[in-house]
């Protein structure tokens, strides 16, 4: 019989869901949206299991926290779903699916530096988005970021909606703003205003309504409304339309600047606050894992933490709750499965779309080219990273690289500083992109 949730079809759309697996060149992709990034050891193993059975065993991590299962076989669709159904995967109905899009850090509740533990905010969120029929119609991609001032968090990769926690006299507030990211630095947006925390999760709703009833059809995302309706206007809107918000703008909320996240703790051993413990953290090689990896993570989870994985948007993994004395221990199993524990190993700083195995579109084999790259690269600290793309779609890099190499034919890229140029140089292969590279490892000037 079908599991309830499969009752109705899911709404076209070109983004791969749980109930809408969509065709790429090396079969179905079906993207798993995890709560927080956040999924248990026996939903990891169901998912394992099922991406064997029902496609190749190929699983990718994707920058928004979630996991994908690639290569789904013609024909097995509807058993995939189902076992993913079965594991408790889906959300609380059909239409929600889509609209599971809340970023939050992988270590909250855990930083020692979080001003507030956003997980409580969230799971009230996700249950309105999900149950709630109004916000279904919100896109595939419409995206909000909670962010409670942890150190380990992605700052960089814009949200329609964003609310960032801000110290206050007066008891914890959120600044929030609209297509963007948090400002840290003195030339950035500042916020739009703040809000007491208690308030958040009213005001979120009102933003999406507001959004749902000004935004017209072509409309989907934060940055096209903004472009009939200034930020200034929506505030106003909001006012009017819920006095009850204590909305603040004022000169010290101009002024503020998130304090600078620190994303390198999504290697290795970190302490978490709460004593004793720590997470352990380590990062996918291109994007990539398979199910025999994702099936002794959670065996891993199982014997030195809690049975739980973070997944997190720089395509990697925390095992959170580590006794502190086992930190070590946990770091050297996650090496020794393939995964990367070293920021300065030079596959940790590239990204590759999934290239021409898997999309039509791709003009190169990407992620082969990475790592032929990543061979020729030197060891480097802090070094920038460097993004690989098949086509100038770029759907591999959420959040501007410090390089890109834009393929123009198979094993042939086109050197642009930054995701969009300046063009630096034309046609190289990739021993001469990487002769270019070693010689500037972190900056974009003039490789
Ligand atoms: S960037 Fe282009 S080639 Fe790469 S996966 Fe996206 S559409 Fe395909």
């Known amino acids: 019989m079908k599991h309830p949730l499969r009752a ?7 983004c791969p869901g749980l109930l809408r697996i969509v065709a790429a060149r090396d079969g179905g992709i079906c993207r798993i949206k995890l709560p927080g990034g956040r999924l248990t050891a026996r939903q990891a193993r169901a998912i394992a299991v099922a991406a064997e059975a029902c496609a190749g065993g190929v699983l990718e991590a994707t920058n928004r926290a979630n996991l994908q299962i690639r290569g789904v076989r013609a ?24 609209v599971r899009n809340l970023m939050l850090s992988p270590a909250a509740g855990h930083d020692p530096h979080t001003l507030l533990d956003t997980r409580p905010l969230a799971a009230a969120l996700l249950a309105r988005l999900e149950r709630e029929p109004r916000w279904h119609g919100l896109s595939p991609k419409f995206a909000v970021q909670l962010d ?21 006299e007066d008891g914890p507030r959120y600044a929030f703003g609209l297509a963007g990211c ?88 970190q302490a978490q606050r709460e004593a004793g413990l720590c997470q352990v953290g380590a990062q996918t090689a291109l994007g990539r894992l398979d199910a025999r990896q994702l099936q002794a993570l959670a065996a891993l989870s199982e014997r030195l933490g809690t049975p739980r994985l973070h997944l997190t948007p720089w395509q990697g993994v925390l095992l959170p709750d580590v006794p502190a004395a086992r930190g070590a221990e946990a770091q050297r199993a996650l090496a020794e499965l393939g995964l990367l524990v070293d920021p300065a190993a030079p596959l940790a700083r590239l990204i590759a779309c999934s290239g021409s195995p898997g999309c039509a579109r791709a003009l190169a ?13 030197p060891p480097a600290a802090d070094a920038a990273v460097i993004h690989l793309s098949g086509c100038p779609r770029r759907c591999a890099a959420a959040h501007g690289a410090a390089f ?39 900056s974009p000037e003039s490789p």
């Open 8 to 14: 109705a079809a899911p709404r076209p759309s070109a």
């Open 75 to 98: 024909g097995c669709e509807d058993a995939l779903i189902e076992r993913l159904l079965a594991a408790g995967l889906g959300a609380a109905s059909a239409g929600g699916d889509d």
């Open 148 to 168: 409670g001032g942890e150190a380990l968090a992605m700052l960089d990769h814009p949200h329609d909606l964003w609310l960032s926690a801000l110290p206050g």
């Open 182 to 269: 948090p400002p840290q630095r003195a030339g950035d947006d500042p916020a739009l205003a703040s809000i007491p925390a208690a308030q958040a999760g009213e005001l979120v709703f009102a933003l999406l309504a507001l959004f749902l009833d000004r935004a017209g059809a072509e409309q989907t995302r934060m940055r096209h409304l903004l472009q009939s309706l200034p930020a200034p206007a929506v505030l106003d809107a909001l006012r009017e339309r819920q006095p009850a918000l204590a909305l603040r703008r004022d000169a010290a909320l101009l002024a503020w600047r998130r304090a600078p996240a620190e994303p390198q703790r999504r290697f290795g051993v």
């Open 365 to 377: 084999d990407t992620k082969a080219d990475a790592r032929r790259l990543a061979a020729l690269l």
């Open 404 to 442: 890109t190499l834009l393929a123009t034919a198979p094993a042939r890229y086109q050197l642009l500083a930054g995701g969009h140029g300046p063009v630096l140089a034309e046609h190289l292969n990739i021993e001469q992109a990487a002769a270019r590279l070693a010689a500037h490892p972190s």
